[in-house]
């Protein structure tokens, strides 16, 4: 969800401005994604290295992300949407962990839409984490280095209840990944438009899940036919 701050600037309004109307976004977004066949939705938040940013922003986006629970979660559990989140908790407030634990727990029955937000998510640091985790168990006698497989990888990982994502989508023209899903994006379609996020709308997600449905993924094999 990569331009809420240029989207402010351009404005000549603060950063944290954009980062308010992007949060209106999302929540329009997620309410669109159940008619168009949308079922599992992650969100990039907030990564590893958005902590390189002026205190001020940092903590009005913890702010956000605090009121956006506290406001939302009526209406998510209304929708039937599950919410749950990716990312190293540990250096975030603990309010806004009791907050995050509080409405994975009362949305974990709902199947309407499931909606994961990477908060203090980065790919790098989660396959640090998960490989930390797999060379104590090879360093303790138990796991055998040849049971580490692809699958029990994936296992360890933040998303290891999450499918691997189909498509991924940035908005504001950048064209890079920017450390988001290395491993569960290794066959995910990409969709790269010039949009700032807060001005991303259903309309233009539409048109992008469109063109989507018209690709053929073979994943490493030959088209059909």
């Known amino acids: 969800m990569d331009g809420n701050g240029r989207w402010a600037t351009n404005r ?8 308010r109307k992007g949060a209106e976004r999302v929540k329009e977004i997620v309410r669109c994604a159940p008619d168009l066949g949308i079922r599992w939705l992650t969100i990039y938040a907030f990564s590893t290295e ?7 922003e ?3 986006l913890m702010s956000i992300f605090a009121r956006y ?13 599950r919410m749950r989140f990716i990312g190293d908790r540990s250096p975030l407030n603990p309010r806004l962990r009791a907050l995050m634990a509080g409405i ?10 499931n909606l994961t937000v990477a908060i203090n998510y980065g790919g790098r640091d989660e396959l640090t984490r998960a490989m930390r985790g797999l060379a104590a168990d090879v360093a303790a006698g138990r796991l055998a280095p ?6 029990l990888i994936g296992s360890r990982l933040d ?27 290794a066959y995910a379609e990409y969709e790269f438009t010039p ?4 001005d991303f709308s259903p309309a233009e997600l539409a048109q992008i899940m469109s063109r989507f449905g018209n690709r053929e993924r073979r994943y490493g094999g030959v088209a059909s036919g």
Not at 50 to 56: A, D, V
Not at 159 to 185: C, H
């Open 12 to 19: 000549g309004w603060p950063r944290l401005v954009g980062h």
């Open 146 to 151: 040849e049971a580490v497989t692809d699958a």
């Open 58 to 60: 940092v903590v009005g």
């Open 104 to 113: 994975e727990a009362r949305t974990a029955g709902f199947t309407r839409l």
């Open 69 to 81: 629970i506290e406001r939302e979660a009526d209406r998510l559990a209304a929708e039937g949407v």
């Open 195 to 198: 949009t700032l996020w807060p």
């Open 159 to 185: 998303t290891a209840d999450l499918p691997d994502p189909d498509l991924v989508i940035r908005t504001s023209g950048e064209t890079r990944t920017s450390n988001y899903l290395l491993w569960q994006a």
């Open 50 to 56: 958005n902590w390189k940013r002026s205190t001020e």
